[in-house]
C-alpha cells in the first residue's frame, strides 16, 4: 500500500501563486494531480511519468508539474490563478505490478482557495 502525503496549498488572491508537494512511502511509475470543485467531479490536473508530462487545458501555461525521483515526490507550481482553481487538490499515484495490473492511490487532499 502506498501512503500519499500531500503539504501546500492555502489561500491567496486572483493572480497568485501556490506551491503543493506530495511525497510517496515508494517508488511509483506515475504521479499527478486531480482536483475536486464543490458540486464538481474530481478531474485530471496534471500527471507525470518517465513517458512525460500530461495537463489538463486549463493547467496548461499557469501549472508546472514537476518530480523528485530520489525523494519519490511530486510538485505543482500554480502560477496566475483564478477563482475557478478553488477545490481540493488530491495527490495521485499509479504503479504498474506484474501481478494485479495497475494500482492508483491517493492522498488526503489539500484545500486551494483562490479569492476574487
Known amino acids: 500500500q502506498v501512503q500519499l502525503v500531500e503539504s501546500g496549498g492555502g489561500l491567496v488572491h486572483a493572480g497568485g501563486s501556490l506551491s503543493l508537494s506530495c511525497v510517496a512511502s515508494?517508488?511509483?511509475?506515475?504521479m499527478g494531480w486531480y482536483r475536486q470543485a464543490p458540486g464538481k467531479q474530481r478531474e485530471l490536473v496534471a500527471t507525470?511519468?518517465?513517458?512525460?508530462?500530461n495537463y489538463a487545458d486549463s493547467a496548461k501555461g499557469r501549472f508546472t508539474i514537476s518530480r523528485d525521483n530520489d525523494q519519490n515526490a511530486v510538485f505543482l507550481q500554480l502560477n496566475s490563478l483564478k477563482p475557478e482553481d478553488t477545490g481540493v487538490y488530491y495527490c495521485n499515484a499509479k504503479e504498474f505490478r506484474m501481478v494485479g495490473g495497475w494500482l492508483e492511490y491517493w492522498g488526503q487532499g489539500t484545500q486551494v482557495t483562490v479569492s476574487s
Open positions: 515508494e517508488s511509483v511509475n506515475v
Open positions: 507525470i511519468s518517465d513517458t512525460g508530462r
